[in-house]
């Protein structure tokens, strides 16, 4: 089996959708095809992230399918920029590594989680995430307080058992608050606890509550927030400073007593490397569609397993990103908790799949169909800006 050609679709035809996924299909000479996915459809990278798979894409053409690791080493160490990694030189191996997992695991008919070891759970545990933009098919910023309560018992109503909040990113108007970081004054800490009081209260002591910072704190600012919220219980707190320090989030996690978490702007086991090794982090959050994909995800997450750390896998795309995600899922022993962003709730994410991979009573039964167990309509394919590179 040989690769004929790569084409990359942006679906990018629904201006009122809140991010443009990149996806890619890897075609060969016997008629199999994988779907992979680039992880920049959103935050303004997206150019940029089509640019490099033209240009790794050229690279693999008439290669074997099959050899996914060669195909991986070759692209990280041998295109020049690849050992200098980065966002968008691992979202286009991530979206390339992750076509050529799909790619063998439909020719050999089986889920890629088999090619992986096997599952160690049939179904996994959601959270609700972002609820600072409500719980439903039609996100709104919130303002206020009691309105987060409320989306938190929606989430809850719909059979979740966690959600995810941001008590920050929006002001008392639900205006977008642009920074955060130093010390945060009375009026700024109070509405944070405020809003995280209102939404246990709303759910209760079962329910986990995961608190999202999006790095927009730093560590003067995580010190007071953590003083706020010792009371409340909170499963885990989320980039509540700069993600590239591993000295900084050591510094925080010997000082606070909330767990941490983060890694969705961390790029491969070597990026993971020392935030494991200090034991900074209780749960990274890989993005399998920027860490460099299925492969490199798969060995992070063992890296992590030597340490006690725990994996919550980042997912904030389309429905590919989420298909190769659940793969892993099923695998790894030291699995946390699986994102279900409130994006995956809109018309237009749910179109872009075949299938619907929305949890039900807060679990996602991890589907037998080979591959991803995940297609895009040709519909929407037919939709999308594309390029093609043979």
Known sequence: MKITNVEIFCADFDKTAPNEPIFIRINTD????????????YGNAKLGGIGQVQDFAKLIIGENPFCIEKIWDRLYR?????????????????AIDIALWD???????????????????D?????????????????????????????????VADGYTA??????????????????DGLLTFDKLKLCRDRLVAIRKAVGDKVDIILELHAKTDINAAFQISKLIEDLNIYYMEEACGSLNPQLSKELKNKVNVPLAAGERIYSRYGFKPFLENRSLDVIQPDIATCGGISECKKICDMARIYDVLVQPHVCGGPISCA????IEAVIPNFCIHEHHIGNLSDFTRSLGVYDEQPVNG???????????????????AKCSKKKIV
């Open 78 to 94: 041998d295109t020049f920029w690849g050992q200098g990694g980065g966002t968008l030189i691992f979202a286009a191996m991530s």
């Open 363 to 381: 679990y996602i039964i991890v589907s037998d169909r080979p591959g991803l167990g995940q297609e895009i309509p040709a519909d929407i394919l």
């Open 163 to 180: 959600i995810k909040v941001d008590p920050l990113q929006r002001d008392e108007n639900g205006n977008k608050n642009h920074r955060n």
């Open 123 to 155: 179904k996994i545990r959601a959270y609700a995430s972002q609820i600072q933009f409500g719980w439903g098919k039609h996100e709104h910023p919130l303002g206020g307080v009691e309105a987060y309560g409320l989306a938190a018992q929606k989430a």
């Open 103 to 121: 790619i063998k695991g439909k020719a050999l008919n089986v889920p890629v989680y088999e090619l992986l070891g096997g599952k160690t759970r």
């Open 30 to 41: 016997e008629g199999i095809s994988g779907f992979g996915e680039v992880g920049v459809a």
């Open 324 to 327: 190769a995600a659940i793969q």
